[in-house]
Every structure is written in structure tokens, then in C-alpha cells.
């Protein structure tokens, strides 16, 4: 047995109770993040990896200035409390056990490195301030997304990751392949990576009522962006008995929930990311919580912005007209300047939205809805689908998707209902909340194209 | 607004809690279950997805006879409390609205299918019984794993599934490619899907000490057992600090947790496997819940199984010695026989276990373990890492695995530490909760070899 009960986090929470004791023994292990020596008495800033702040040891055996940062020590010694002190707690360290003795030629140094020297050390920058606390706000999202759902009796499912079908009808996708000389022969069918489980998690929710997908979802795309990566983890929720209205509110609920528990859960963490990375991130954040969130159909959308256009606003895509695709300019004017907080945009043009999204009466245009927030634009896009056989059909054979997919189109055949759903990237959604605006920051070992290093 | 209120699982809770109460008003969507009319009353089984068992509605109307089952309804009507009856509650319906009708070719038919015929109807079988049953419970499991390292403030680490390492430097991978023609051009090296993402993990205990992956693993062999898929989910938990006995109690604990969770959240559920599936599961669990885990060497098992064969116990694999690996059959016999309980099994030679198992004193056997439990055998296995720089490359080098890992390596000569791990499948570990047999009785679309209409 060589594992410890003492841990940071045990410390911490202890001081936060007011039961951490004066003079307490301690035994704990971990990582020394900065060491220096005034010549009379050492200074380590140590890390064991369970919290986000490090706790100060204080040495008088001067040999201890020589354990290098980023090696790994066994610390006895007694808690001190400070309380006028800047640091309310420490620990006089009667003995330092070193380890593990980092290496001379450490590549994470103590001087600030740049975020693109550090994709480079993907082994390491956990390690380092920014990603030490983006990977635990990752883990604790991923965590309130499952309480979310779990909380209202959502059954989880594991959509399939390898698929004949592609739910977009459309985008590159990465084949899967057992044997190159005979690529088809292993699945006998052209057998690909997902892009999106929603049409395997539709089955499930015509049996459950309420389901969610959170799983990994991939696109083939030769994109260099800062917000696009060819391996990514997708939230996909789908409700039987659910219209769009109902689906908008499950989706201001489920944002306002997970943003909630995260600031809640990592109050260290997201201080750090509003004072280093985004000025002003928490009280953006905190605006979404307490705000209503706006409707606004796109016809009405595109009024505004011809409006905007005609009174001098400039565009850079500037003909605006009923039918495009609105870009990224686009919805942020609406939700930036127009409602100035979230808005859903409904009832998009049926050409520029996916097959399987419901016809309104008016025969021109969908039951989708995108979530737009400001500084980003698209969050998260939902839809009603489509319950009635016929139109699916049609639709399907006219943009040329009905192959493969019949036991699609049994969904509205045998014990069919009104149902209704949205995805969203969770990547995306790490970013949003923690302010960092590249995807490979967020991503523990990002894939992008030419990066496959690690 | 389409959405209701009121479900078949807060109906349940409310009667659990005796809070139901006659007469009161109800509105609730859902499926038919079956319909039955004795010429005077008539009796609906009525689901609507999000609990396991039935609620019946009786009804006058006559004409409501013919709504088919499988179809969709609302119901409005009243809650009956009948304490004397086999059911301790039922909905006199008033008026059932046939909100979809389903297609009298509904494949799902009310008599007991073949396992395998529902195999061939992937998007439906979640309706019956088995499935309905099979997949809460892998909800109930997932989100069990999830809590168990959550409350011990473990970090949920997402694992690439494209990469270029392979683990286990064995077994038959699939490759990832965007263009046929060219195949590493996308990522400018030779990608694969993932078999384990324990190397990657390691790198992030040794920077937040204890973390665990939840995620997808594949593997490209053409096997066509009932316990191999192509796609299947795994957990692996990785813990700085800690060396194999460690790792064992956190095995063990683990084991126990997510069983008891499972049993107390899905009583339902369990009660149907134990009695429709395999008799005496429940008292199977409970009897690992309540065993204290026996540990037993390698070394030992070939001597109790040596002697097992001298006093005329047959294998089918017979010839027992040293260095073997053991089948199974042997595994089953330890533990079923000799133990009569859970058993881990440890200290296995080093030719027969992986480069990255930590090399014994003995210079012959690694710190390695097993978890064999009665009816199955080996269920969980688990590691201390090898620490030493020197011993680990050397290592690498002599099987072959020293190229493009020397990030991993790096582990050992920056901050590392004793740390360890273990491993699971978890569509297997489902298997074993449920007693279902076959493996893809208990993915929501299983991949194997031939298979992937869905």
C-alpha cells in the first residue's frame, strides 16, 4: 500500500468547513510546482493533482532546495494555520521524500509557454495551469450533462460509432477498415464513422420516451480552424411526446443546469479562466443563467438584418435574403445587439435544413430551432422530426437518402409519435464556458488533419 | 407544448411513496402494450417508456377494442386504487385517444421471439421485454461507473480513439481513412482505431493522480463468439500513488458499488433477469457484494491445479504447467472450486502479460492481477506500471514497441511515480449483471463481423 488518505482537495475542503486543525500531521504525495529558498527558509508550491490550488511547504534543511520543479516528493509535516496570511494555511515540511527526480531537460518549464508549444506536449501540459484546469472543468461538464439527463429518467445509449448510414446525408466521413485490399469485405458493407447518432438514438426514444447519446462523433474534413476537429464528443438527447416548444425548453433547462453546476463545482477554476482568459467570462455566464430565452422565427430574422442592412450595417456576407444560410456575422448581430442575450431562431427555409426535420404548415419551412448566444453565434440546433411516413418518404427519395434506411421509416409506421430532439458539441460547449477559443485546448489529445502524434 | 406531466414512473414513485391517490385526474401518453376485451370490460397494458412495469387501463367503450397493439395513445381517465388485487392500482380511461396507429405488419409481435429474430429487428427490440430491461440497466450501470469515481473525485479523461499507438502491440486493428487512394494523407501517419486508452491515461494521472476512461474501444477480428463485438465500451481507471494492492481494493470496491447500485436502482429490472434469464443471479451478486476478494498467486493456481489434475480432474487444456496461460476452464475452476468466490489472481509471468506491467523482484513475474469471479473467470484485470525509465525501454525495445512511444516513456522521467490501473469491458460486465449471454444481446446496435444493417 503506498496510497495516502491525505489529499489537497481533503485539505482544502477541511479549511473550507473550518475543521482543518492547527499543528494536524499530514503524509500526502505529490508534485512540486515551483521551490525557492530565501537562504534562511524554502518555499514549494506542491500539487497532488486532486485540486486546483497548490498548497505551500515551508523547509527549513536547506538540501531540499535542490528537488527540481516537476519532480514528485512524499511530504511529513504539520499543517500551519495563517490566518493573516495571504495564504490562510501551509505546511512546515519536517521531511521531503524526493520521488521521483524530474529530468534537467524538462520541456515544461516554469516561464509561461505558448498554447501551441504546448499541443506539442500533450503528455505534459495537463500539467500546466490552463489545461490542469480545463481537463477538470471537461470532467466535471461531462458529469453534469449525465446528472442532468439522469435526474429527469433519460436513459443513456451507446449509439453505434462504426455505421453504414450517414444521419447528414452529406460531410466527409472516415471509412473503417479491416483488410485495405478488400475494404468492404470485413463488415460486408461500406462501413464508416459516425457523424451523429440522432438516427439510432430515434429508435430508442419510441421505446424509452426520453434518451440521450454523449459519445464520440468524427469528420473527415480538411479544416484548419480553430473550431474544428476531426474527432469530437457529441450530446444528442431525443423525446417521444416532445414538440418544438417542449424541445427548446429542455434545451434552455439543460444549459442553464450545466453552466450552473460547473461554476458551482469549480468555482477555483472558472475565477482563473475569467481573470486569464476572458475578461468578463463569468458574468457572461451568469447573464445565460438568469436570463429568458428569446424566440424569433427567421423570417422575421431576416427582416431585421435587410432592416440593419438598408440603415448601414455591413455584412460580410451582405446579400441577405430569405433562403440563405445565416452566417456566423449574422447570428451574432441578433443575439449580440438585436435581443442581447440567448435567442432561438426557429422555422428555418426546409432547403438549407436536414431531411428528417418536420414540415410546418406552411410547406416552406422546418420545425427546427438554433440556440444562438452571443460571442459564439450557434450553440446548439434542435428539431422536431418528421412523424409522418409519407412526407419522411418523399423527402428522403428526393434528396436521395432512402436506401439503407427503411428501418427509419418504420419508426413512423410502428408506434410513430410526435418527437423531437437536438445535438450539440461538447468541445464547443468547453470552449464557450471556459473562454478558451481553440478546440485543440479543450481536447485531451486532439486529432486534426496531420496531427496524430500522440 | 405535446408533453405531459405526469409518467408511468411518477405514477410508480407516487404508489411506492403512498402518495397515489383515488380518483385523482390523469393525462399520459404512451404504447400499447396488449388489448384484451371480455366482451363486458376491456384491459389495456399501457407503457409509456419510462419505467419497466405496466399500467393497466380498463375501459367501457367498446370501439377502443380495436386499437392495435403497438399503437400510440393518450389516455385521460382516473387512478383506482385496487389494494386487494395482483395489481395495487389501475386507470379507469375515459376517453383513449389513438394518436398513431401501428401497421398491422408490426414485426414485434406479442409472442416470445427468438433472441436472435429480434437481432434482425435492432431498431424495435428495445420495446421488448428483454431489451426494455437490458438497456435500462446499462443506464443504470453507466452512470453508476460515473458516480463511483465521481464521489471519490476521480477526473473523466476522453481518450482519442483515432490514434497511432496500439496498447496491446497485438491483435487486428481497423484503419482509419479518408481517402482510399491515399491512406495516410489525412493525418500524415498510419491511423487506427483505438484498442485501449490506458498509455493516454497514464499521462493524465500523473497529473491530476487518480482519473478513468469511459469510452469506445474496437477490435478487427473475425471472431463470431458470443462474448467478442468489433465496438464495445470500456473503463479504465489509472491512480498515481498507488501499487497493486491498492489498485485491488479499488477494484474490489468498485465492483461492489456499481453491483449494489445497480440492484437497489433497478429492482424491477433484476427481479425479471433473475427469474427470466438466469436463475440465481441475484443471489450470484449478492454474494460478491458480500465476499471478501481472495488474492492467490500465479505461482499457486499452477500448483493447486496440478495437483487438481493428479488427483483425475480433467481439462480440456491438460497440460498444466508453469508459464502457461491459464484457459477459462482453469480460471472458473479456481474460483468456483476452490475459492467459492471472487478471486484475484496475481504475480503472472512476464512473457504473458503486457510491456507495461511493473517487473517483480523476482525478475521473472510482473505486478499484475486478475479478477476471476465464479461462472465467467476473469472479469477485470489490472496492473502496477512499470516506473523505472530503464527497465520500461528495455522492455520496449525487446518487444518491439520502442518507436513513436517515447512520449510514454517520457511518463517515467518527469514526475512519475508507483502508479496503476485496471481494465473492463463493459458490455461484458453487463452481461454478467443481467445473465445475458450473448454479447449482442446487450448493445443497443452490436458490430461484428457481417453485421451492420443498423
Known amino acids: 500500500m503506498v496510497k495516502k488518505e491525505l489529499t489537497n482537495r481533503k485539505i482544502f475542503d477541511a479549511y473550507n468547513a473550518n475543521k482543518l486543525i492547527d499543528n494536524q500531521e499530514v503524509d500526502i504525495q505529490g508534485w512540486v510546482k515551483t521551490n525557492r529558498n530565501n537562504g534562511q527558509v524554502g518555499f514549494i508550491e506542491f500539487n497532488d493533482g486532486t485540486f486546483f490550488k497548490n498548497i505551500q511547504l515551508v523547509y527549513q534543511n536547506e538540501s531540499y532546495s535542490k528537488i527540481r520543479y516537476g519532480s514528485t516528493i512524499e511530504v511529513k509535516g504539520n499543517i500551519k494555520l495563517t490566518p493573516n496570511n495571504k495564504q490562510p494555511f501551509e505546511i512546515t515540511a519536517k521531511e521531503i521524500i524526493l520521488l521521483n527526480d524530474c529530468a534537467e531537460d524538462y520541456p515544461l518549464q516554469k516561464k509561461r509557454h505558448s498554447f501551441e508549444f504546448l499541443r506539442e506536449i500533450a503528455h505534459l501540459r495537463p500539467r500546466a495551469n490552463t489545461f490542469y484546469a480545463a481537463f477538470r472543468v471537461r470532467n466535471t461538464l461531462a458529469y453534469a450533462i449525465h446528472k442532468f439527463f439522469q435526474e429527469r429518467n433519460f436513459i443513456y445509449v451507446h449509439t453505434p460509432l462504426i455505421t453504414a448510414n450517414d444521419a447528414e446525408g452529406a460531410g466527409q466521413v472516415f471509412k473503417v477498415v479491416a483488410d485495405m485490399k478488400h475494404p468492404d469485405d470485413f463488415f460486408k458493407a461500406n462501413a464508416s464513422l459516425t457523424v451523429s447518432g440522432q438516427l439510432h438514438v430515434e429508435a430508442f426514444a419510441l421505446a424509452f420516451q426520453d434518451v440521450y447519446t454523449f459519445g464520440p462523433a468524427f469528420r473527415a474534413e480538411e479544416s484548419f480552424t480553430s473550431r474544428h476537429a476531426s474527432e469530437f464528443w457529441m450530446i444528442e438527447p431525443e423525446m417521444a411526446f416532445c414538440d418544438l416548444e417542449d424541445d427548446m ?11 450552473k453546476y460547473v461554476i458551482d463545482n469549480c468555482p477555483e477554476e472558472m475565477k482563473f479562466f475569467d481573470s486569464m482568459i476572458e475578461k468578463g467570462l463569468l458574468d457572461k455566464l451568469h447573464h445565460v443563467i438568469n436570463s429568458e430565452f428569446k424566440k424569433m422565427t427567421y423570417t422575421e430574422a431576416i427582416e431585421i438584418l435587410k432592416k440593419a442592412k438598408e440603415n448601414g450595417k ?27 442575450g440567448p435567442l432561438f431562431l426557429i422555422d428555418y427555409p426546409k432547403e438549407i435544413k436536414a431531411f428528417y426535420m418536420k414540415l410546418n404548415k406552411d410547406n416552406k419551412t422546418v420545425a427546427a430551432c438554433d440556440l444562438l448566444v452571443p460571442y ?75 496531427s496524430l502524434k500522440y
Open 314 to 340: 455591413k455584412f460580410e456576407y451582405n446579400d441577405i435574403k430569405w433562403g440563405m444560410d445565416l452566417q456566423s456575422e449574422h447570428e451574432r448581430y441578433l443575439t449580440e445587439e438585436i435581443v442581447k
Open 249 to 259: 425548453n429542455c434545451m434552455e433547462s439543460f444549459l442553464k443546469y450545466i453552466i
Open 376 to 450: 459564439v453565434g450557434e450553440l446548439i440546433g434542435g428539431s422536431q422530426r418528421e412523424e409522418d411516413y409519407d412526407k419522411l418518404l418523399a423527402k428522403m427519395k428526393e434528396v436521395g437518402n432512402d436506401k439503407g434506411l427503411e428501418w427509419y421509416l418504420d419508426l413512423r409506421k410502428y408506434g410513430g409519435c410526435i418527437h423531437s430532439g437536438f445535438g450539440l458539441g461538447f468541445d464547443r460547449l468547453l470552449m464557450y464556458i471556459t473562454g478558451l477559443s481553440n478546440i485543440r485546448d479543450v481536447q485531451p489529445y486532439p486529432r486534426t488533419p496531420g
